[in-house]
């Protein structure tokens, strides 16, 4: 859109000199063309502006029967009983993992018990580690948060959040290769929970 902005800006450029030859004094000529110019060229900036916003926000809203967040445009989510598992569609290997999953609350699922399932989070690799853990309010809801090293796959970082509601317990985690986690938390993962809304 910008490119198109100024090649139609210096078309209109070469026909106001010709059209311009035979008409007035040249300082009424210099007046005309610089107004003109101004005028365009605030439509190339307000152009460019427009569609940078557009590329910088891109996120589509993800919604499903107990919450609704905000997802990078390009990923994807696949459903199975109720979890959904979330990633870049437009990267085959990418590093990064979404998945979220909630069930109907019965008598054991309350808040202490999940904050001390993520505290004390099985360990499958013996360089398992709890790197941090807190409570936390996203949207007015409070959540219980650990990030774990190696507790699902070797070589990758997880972030847990775990909450309950009246109606249903609900379980998320975010992994990313070990590397790329802080950058992968920074642009995606808390994008993503800081935006997240229960419905039930």
């Not at 078309?11 to 106001?16: A, E, G, V, Y």
């Not at 990267?91 to 054991?108: L, P, R, S």
């Not at 990758?156 to 609900?170: D, E, F, Q, R, S």
Request: proline letters at 1%; a positive charge.
């Amino acid at each position: 859109m910008c490119l198109s902005a100024k090649y139609w800006y210096l078309d209109i450029r070469l026909k106001l000199k010709l059209n311009l030859k035979d008409q007035g004094s040249q300082f009424r000529k210099f007046i005309m063309t610089k107004f003109i110019q101004i005028i365009i060229i605030s439509l190339i900036i307000s152009a460019c502006t427009t569609s940078d916003v557009k590329t910088e926000l891109g996120a589509k809203l993800f919604s499903n029967s107990y919450l609704e967040a905000s997802l990078p445009k390009d990923w994807r989510c696949i459903e199975k009983n109720y979890s959904y598992t979330c990633k870049d569609s437009s990267n085959k290997k990418t590093k990064e993992i979404i998945i979220f999953t909630a069930k109907k609350k019965g008598a054991g699922d309350t808040f202490q018990k999940y904050k001390q399932h993520l505290l004390n989070k099985p360990k499958k690799f013996s360089s398992s580690s709890l790197l941090t853990s807190k409570t936390r309010e996203i949207n007015q809801k409070k959540w219980f948060e650990s990030i774990h090293k190696n507790s699902e796959v070797k070589g990758y970082t997880t972030k847990y959040l775990a909450t309950t509601t009246n109606k249903v317990g609900v379980l998320i985690t975010a992994s990313a290769k070990s590397e790329i986690f802080k950058r992968s938390n920074e642009l995606v993962f808390e994008k993503f929970i800081s935006s997240i809304k229960l419905k039930r």
